[in-house]
């Protein structure tokens, strides 16, 4: 056993006993109600899903377990990997162990590379990621030994098996993800001398006379790890885990949800913005300009991509964290430039205009004009990043979910008519 299995299985019998005591104890007590506008309105601030790994805070952003996201973005993303799971960062002897572990499951079956190469031509990026995750369900040691019979207490030793699988894998085949579909060569072989995202920007074969784009995708792959257990990828992932569908099955299904515009795509859409700002005015605009034009995109009826957020009510401590990146790798990089023009001017304009409740920059305002800097163009890859990152973060809080036991999700839904005898006859059971 691992080092960082048997720190889960300490864990999980103290976890264990703990909501057991809540549930007997307390479980009549009311923690959340539901109003009309929100059950029609993506159930937005409902409290009824619980997430440990991580959470977001209004005032604050990401905090992962109980540290801010800022002062974990010098680590490596298998610490916080480990840090999602047991709630403490590794030491240097669990660290190693858990790098060997991952090490020892990193080869990828071949028919994975078969069927990403059956794909057409033209398959989108995250089809290709969701598909070779969903192929993998073949080899998953949780479906086989849950067919055998084990213990439920046991279920989440197999899942956390399958989940390292996963993480090991994932950097090889996002990284062929790249090279296969925009024709950048034959696939580059792990290097096992590496760390778990240094391999990753490795085998993606980017060139990099700096040196420093491993730097980039370490970063990234930290910031977007983990974002609390309601949006969609890791509500989908949970869900789907709670019928007992091996972690292959539930990535597979949340990479799904990441790949729509109001998720995973956003990131794009404030690229996109950026560069038409370039091209508008055949470079870096003045500061004044760039006033003028943000007040012509509001004033056509249109948002400011990067900047707004449902939950932040402070500048995203990620986009800082990406910021300060690019202040140190590529100060002078045109659109860099553009993104700190927007990044000193934008918030003043969204005051001043009053409509959105948060005027500061989110985490996509600054991480695609970094990628673009390296050369990686291809917009439809940015969201295969986010969800190899993501996907570590959704593995942890399903190994969790198995280690308490959760239960199958099952909500009530109601119908509209039901809805509308309430509010008709103020009466509930009507
Ligand atoms: N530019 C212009 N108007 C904005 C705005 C922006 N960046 N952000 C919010 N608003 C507007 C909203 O459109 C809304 O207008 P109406 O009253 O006319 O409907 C009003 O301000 C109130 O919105 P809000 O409560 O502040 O924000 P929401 O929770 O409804 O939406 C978000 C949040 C992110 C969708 C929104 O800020 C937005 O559209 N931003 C631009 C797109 C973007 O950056 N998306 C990436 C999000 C990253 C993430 O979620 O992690």
Redesign the pocket.
């Known amino acids: 056993m691992g080092l960082l299995q048997k720190k889960l299985s300490e864990n999980l019998s103290v976890l264990r006993k703990e909501i057991n005591d809540l549930i007997e104890k307390h479980g009549d007590r009311v923690i959340s109600n539901v109003t009309v506008k929100q059950a029609l309105g993506g159930m937005r601030g409902v409290e009824s899903l619980i997430c440990d790994t991580s959470i977001v805070e209004p005032d604050k952003g990401l905090i992962i377990r109980d540290s801010p996201i800022l002062d974990l973005v010098d680590r490596l993303p298998e610490e916080l990997f480990y840090l999602l799971l047991t709630g403490d960062l590794p030491d240097k002897e669990a660290l190693l162990d858990l790098q060997r572990e991952l090490r020892s499951r990193e080869e990828v079956p071949s028919y994975v590379w078969s069927v990403l190469d059956a794909l057409s031509g033209d398959a989108h990026p995250m089809t290709m990621l969701s598909t070779a995750i969903l192929v993998m369900h073949r080899d998953s040691v949780f479906a086989m030994e849950y067919r055998k019979g084990i213990p439920k207490s046991d279920y989440w030793i197999y899942v956390l098996e399958d989940a390292l699988r996963l993480v090991a894998r994932i950097p090889a085949i996002a990284a062929y993800i790249y090279r296969k579909r925009f024709n950048r060569g034959e696939r580059i072989h792990s290097d096992p001398e590496k760390t778990w995202a240094d391999n990753f920007a490795f085998m993606m074969g980017i060139h990099d006379p700096q040196g420093t784009f491993a730097d980039l995708i370490r970063l990234y792959m930290v910031l977007h790890i983990d974002?609390e257990g309601g949006?969609v990828s890791a509500h989908t992932c949970h869900c789907v885990g709670s019928a007992l569908s091996d972690p292959f099955y539930s990535i597979s299904a949340a990479m799904n949800g990441l790949s729509g515009p109001?998720?995973g795509l956003?990131?794009q859409?404030?690229l996109r913005f950026v560069l038409s700002i370039l091209k508008k005015f055949g470079g870096v605009p003045t500061e004044s300009q760039i006033v003028d034009f943000a007040w012509e995109?509001?004033n056509s009826g249109?948002?400011?991509?990067?900047?707004?957020?449902?939950?932040?009510r402070v500048t995203?401590p990620r986009f800082i964290a990406f910021r300060n990146f690019g202040l140190r790798a590529c100060p002078n990089d045109d659109v860099f430039k553009i993104v700190n023009l927007l990044y000193k001017t934008?918030p003043d304009i969204?005051k001043e205009?009053g409509?959105?409740?948060?005027?500061w920059?989110?985490?996509?305002?600054g991480s695609g004009a970094l990628l673009y800097h390296y050369g990686i163009r291809e917009f439809e890859y940015y969201t295969v990043l986010f969800g190899a990152s993501r996907a570590m973060g959704l593995l942890a809080q399903l190994v969790l979910s198995r280690g308490l036991m959760e239960p199958i999700e099952r909500p009530k839904s109601v119908r509209t008519v039901w809805i509308k005898e309430i509010v008709a006859t103020g009466n509930k059971n009507s």
């Not at 409509?355 to 005027?359: H, Q, V, Y």
């Open positions: 974002h949006n109001l998720h956003a990131n859409e404030c995109t509001l249109k948002v400011i991509p990067g900047y707004g957020h449902a939950v932040l995203d934008i969204l205009h409509r959105a409740k948060n005027p920059p989110n985490v996509d305002a």
